[in-house]
């Protein structure tokens, strides 16, 4: 194949973090300004990009999958990967039949580029020391086509180096947009008629520590209300030593933050805690969540929890689960932990059987099923604001949406399309743990 003109088609496809969504449509919006047809990904296209995640070894290998895949629908196609696993163990992907080029997460921005310059039979890897990056990528995604919510990736990067965390190393330092970067993007993405934006990052607590001045993620969120450009304005995650009394005061009385908020617990043993190198106790972590809920009594509060960390004993497994049985927590998300190399807990001893992690997550799972139901219930008879999406309930066929609280709602009634729409639901019945309900007549 000759060097890469426009027109020709490209699939894009992003494993892992609301980071790596929403740098893959930076991606394809550049693409699509110089004249690119973006397909899907199970479609024959001319390039593939698959923007990997290296958090688990999981993700590794559905990283290699998607390389497989994608040379399958066309062996003549040129394959570019890029994202944290290209990053960190580029040499992994390079063999993998079809590939192109490798790119780090640092040249991700630049593929638009590397697409022209791409000559069948000569590889290019392209991934530089991500350490020594202290600029954040020039991502600006004007719109999301598809979705009524929007990302906005405002934090780049981490300096935390979590025993078990590879991120630090193929994510780089932390890194922030400037202000009036995020003030002109949140405005561009409200007058594209998105309703809601969610502010992503890496660590997204430590916003503006790095800028010159420096700023904070609160000082920001009070600038973004007033800028009065967006209606509803969502976390996508922040640490439990980040949500300071001020913060918790400003969500309860902001008018667009969503009473929502994702916290990552990890274990509720602080033994494994110590060892994982976070830097709270359970203690701190419940106190965090019963001040939370006095101040915000319909906050949606949601965990992210490993098991099978190394150590990770009867035991310790047994106080995981008490202590989130104890919390009142919407939702968990649950995964195995995964030995990444590099990371100080792979020179840890006391190693989980696999089928022992398997057993523990399905346990955790089910209470988290539980806490959702649970949670859900609560809302049974009120009035819920819930933003409604394009697309329909796969199962039932019904408008579906989410409230503010992040509950999942579907509209019982055939109305007209609702999507795009701000509606008031009243919520009568609960399935699982989403809500059905009608909504309150206007006027």
């Given at each position: 194949m ?26 394809i ?12 990904f ?45 990053q ?5 992907l390079s ?15 630049n ?7 791409i ?13 020594h ?8 995604v ?45 405005g ?12 992503s ?17 609160l ?15 969502r ?32 274990s509720g ?15 701190l972590?419940g ?10 009594p319909?906050?949606a ?10 150590g ?18 919407a939702y ?22 696999e ?5 523990r997550?399905k ?7 539980r ?12 009035s ?29 009634e055939n109305?007209?399309?609702l999507?795009?729409?701000?509606v ?6 609960r ?13």
């Amino acid at each position: 194949m000759s060097k890469m003109e426009t027109n020709h088609r490209v699939a894009v496809t992003t494993l892992g973090c609301k980071v790596n969504q929403y740098e893959s449509a930076g991606i394809i919006e550049k693409l699509a300004g110089r004249g690119f047809i973006n397909v899907p990904f199970s479609n024959s296209a001319d390039i593939y990009i698959i923007n990997t995640c290296t958090v688990t070894a999981r993700t590794d290998y559905q990283s290699r999958q998607l390389i497989r895949k994608a040379y399958r629908n066309n062996p003549e196609a040129s394959i570019i990967v890029t994202g944290c696993y290209a990053q960190r163990a580029p040499g992994d992907l390079s063999g993998l039949p079809g590939v192109a080029a490798v790119v780090g997460n640092a040249e991700k921005e630049n593929i638009p580029d590397i697409i022209r310059n791409i000559v069948k039979g000569e590889q290019q890897i392209l991934v530089g020391a991500i350490g020594h990056v202290r600029n954040i990528s020039g991502f600006a995604v004007t719109r999301f086509p598809e979705h009524t919510r929007a990302f906005l990736r405002i934090q780049d990067g981490c300096n935390s180096f979590c025993s078990y965390c590879i991120i630090p190393y193929s994510r780089g330092r932390s890194r922030s947009l400037p202000e009036k970067d995020v003030l002109d993007r949140i405005g561009i993405l409200g007058k594209a008629g998105h309703r809601e934006i969610v502010l992503s990052g890496i660590h997204l607590g430590v916003y503006g520590e790095d800028l010159s001045p420096p700023t904070s993620l609160l000082t920001l969120l009070k600038k973004i209300e007033e800028n009065k450009t967006v209606e509803r304005l969502r976390l996508s995650s922040i640490e439990p030593t980040e949500v300071t009394d001020e913060m918790i005061s400003h969500i309860r009385d902001s008018k667009i933050i969503c009473p929502h908020l994702h916290i990552p617990l990890q274990s509720g043993d602080d033994k494994i805690l110590s060892l994982m190198k976070r830097d709270y106790d359970t203690k701190l972590f419940g106190d965090l969540i019963e001040k939370l809920l006095n101040v915000i009594p319909d906050i949606a509060l949601g965990i992210d929890v490993m098991v099978g960390f190394p150590g990770e004993g009867k035991k310790e497994f047994a106080n995981t689960v008490a202590f989130i049985e104890e919390i009142p927590v919407a939702y968990l998300h649950v995964f195995p932990y995964s030995k990444r190399p590099g990371t100080r807990s792979s020179a840890l001893p006391g190693e989980v059987a696999e089928d022992v992690k398997k057993e523990r997550a399905k346990i955790l799972r089910m209470l988290g099923e539980r806490k959702r139901a649970a949670f859900a219930e609560r809302f049974i008879g009120k009035s819920l604001s819930v933003l409604i999406e394009g697309k329909k309930d796969r199962d039932t066929g019904l408008q579906k949406g989410f409230s503010e609280n992040y509950i999942p709602v579907l509209i019982t009634e055939n109305t007209a399309s609702l999507a795009n729409n701000i509606v008031d639901i009243i919520a009568d019945k609960r399935d699982g743990g989403k809500l059905l309900g009608r909504k309150i007549a206007d006027g």
